[in-house]
């Protein structure tokens, strides 16, 4: 009897063992937040692009004159924005008159986050250049702000800074694969943001209207819109143009060519 009780004993330990490791994984109790994470970020950047501005020879670059912010995201709108993992996404937004920001106003960061309240971040580089670049003296040297590294106090403030960016609006459709009845339909991808895309798109032919469908994606999904209406026989392309009331879309219609 005696044994089996040891053995009862254990088993539930092990159990309760296993269910606090799932709720830290999910985020219950951490002190890793979005919080934390938007006043970190900017701060370490900041001082990190002043020093790759000296290595280019911009003048008048400072971590003051830089005026970052950013908005933090984990796994999209189904997950909480709590708790450590490789799966953070910030919108980093500041003033460089020298690398002016792109429409939707910001470069993506991808955060693997600690435990310890320590990350590594990846920038767009787009906007902050690739893993080497070439200083004033002609030599080839690290990047600072290519991939860095940051730590936050884990008992540092963690009110809501109030930072919020739209979403980006991507398609990812390259190449149009329509069905029997000539039907098309078009992916997109919503991004990293605060409202998801929302609005509408009209897909035409020629001059031939193939339909208006809902745009509505949450942030970090893909949709596919299909629409309605064949299309016409001899017709060699598709425009799709975005309507976009929430979250930032492409600025342009985007034509793709049917399959020969």
């Not at 930072?163 to 009845?181: G, H, M």
Request: proline share 9%.
């Amino acid at each position: 009897m005696r044994r089996f009780i040891i053995s009862l004993v254990a088993a539930v330990a092990v159990v309760l063992a296993i269910g606090g490791a799932v709720v830290a994984g999910s985020g219950g109790g951490s002190t890793v937040t979005r919080a934390r994470l938007e006043r970190s970020l900017p701060t370490e950047f900041a001082n990190l692009y002043a020093a790759q501005a000296t290595m280019l020879g911009h003048r008048g670059v400072t971590p003051a004159s830089l005026h970052p912010t950013a908005m933090c995201d984990k796994g999209g709108a189904v997950e909480p924005d709590v708790g450590p993992g490789s799966n953070w996404n910030c919108l980093v937004s500041w003033t460089d008159p020298d690398n002016p920001m792109p429409p939707e106003g910001y470069g993506k960061f991808e955060l693997d986050v600690h435990t310890n309240g320590c990350w590594t971040a990846g920038g767009p580089s787009k906007l902050v250049g690739f893993a080497t670049l070439t200083d004033t003296s002609g030599r080839e040297v690290p990047n600072p702000v290519a991939e860095f590294d940051g730590c936050f106090d884990p008992n540092g403030d963690n009110s809501p800074t109030g930072v919020e960016f739209p979403s980006l609006l991507n398609v990812t459709t390259t190449a149009l694969r329509p069905d029997a009845q000539r039907r098309v339909a078009v992916q997109a991808t919503c991004g990293t943001g605060s409202t998801g895309c929302h609005g509408s798109v009209t897909a035409t032919a020629g001059d031939t209207e193939l339909g208006t469908v809902p745009l509505e994606v949450e942030e970090e999904q893909t949709a596919t819109l299909a629409f309605p209406t064949p299309v016409p026989a001899g017709a060699s392309e598709v425009t799709f143009t975005f309507h976009v009331t929430q979250g930032v879309g492409p600025s342009k219609p985007v034509t793709l060519e049917m399959p020969a």
